[in-house]
């Protein structure tokens, strides 16, 4: 729909409706998304759903039944259980008539100050200086993948075999006229978490996840966030990406994913 002159992801059309811009455009199709956006436009939804004083999602899994076409989409979310301490919520984003990513969400009390840093793992690498633009073999240019900024610790790369390390943020806000949050901005990048690892040959085989978890044990700082990301696979069976995520502090989450794995 937008043009790539656009100066966000979305722009807010009212009525949980939301105009896709070209920045959301992902690396295989300029018609298809990269998942990011539409999992953090999911995470939005989730956190402006009833709001509760003290709570915080702590984990977010998202399906992707079919791709998610730069269109006009449609949010939706409700609350599964409520209870005192957790709740349970689902979401689904609609495009042209059709379901197109499906999310369930675990909004739960903030634990107690008190509560032990349990197990503190290493820092990250630190934030490289600024570096050309990224580029993915034998994928576009544009869109997602220059709407965020890459930076590889030493000589990796989107095509440097994994596992791999990034920092990277986004160049652009999720929604026109919005500040992006500690979640949103976690889960335009959590998508990314496989191609940082990639260890299967995306040109020689068709590999694509199905599905994104996040779970996060605090929420991130700062716009600058960090992968660490590897990859398993079987013959006769299917990929397995999992990744940890990192902000200027340190460890704040995990990032699953399954992976198909098909011949070309």
Do not use: K
């Not at 994994?162 to 500690?182: F, I, S």
């Amino acid at each position: 729909m937008g043009t790539e002159t656009a100066e966000s992801f979305y722009r807010n059309l009212g009525a949980d409706r939301f105009e896709s811009t070209g920045h959301t455009a992902g690396p295989w199709s300029p018609e298809a998304q990269h998942a990011g956006p539409p999992s953090a436009l999911l995470g939005r939804a989730f956190e402006r759903h009833q709001p509760r004083e003290g709570f915080r999602i702590a984990r977010v899994t998202l399906d992707i039944p079919r791709p998610v076409p730069v269109a006009e989409l449609t949010v939706a979310v409700r609350t599964v259980r409520s209870g005192g301490r957790s709740e349970l919520l689902e979401g689904e984003l609609t495009a042209q008539g059709e379901v197109v990513m499906v999310a369930r969400a675990w909004r739960m009390a903030a634990s107690p100050q008190d509560t032990p840093a349990l197990r503190p793992e290493p820092l990250p690498q630190p934030l490289p200086g600024p570096q050309s633009p990224d580029r993915l073999r034998g994928t576009a240019q544009n869109g997602y993948v220059a709407a965020m900024e890459w930076r590889w610790p030493g000589e990796t790369t989107f095509d440097h075999p994994g596992p791999g390390t990034v920092w990277a943020r986004q160049r652009h806000p999720l929604v026109a006229g919005e500040a992006d949050t500690p979640l949103t901005r976690a889960l335009t990048l959590a998508d990314s978490n496989w191609a940082v690892a990639f260890e299967l040959d995306h040109v020689r085989q068709q590999v694509i996840n199905t599905d994104v978890t996040l779970a996060l044990h605090r929420d991130p700082v700062g716009e600058w966030l960090f992968l660490s990301s590897a990859t398993a696979a079987s013959p006769l069976g299917s990929g397995l990406a999992l990744g940890r995520m990192d902000d200027e502090l340190g460890d704040c989450g995990r990032v699953l994913q399954t992976l198909f794995v098909a011949g070309r």
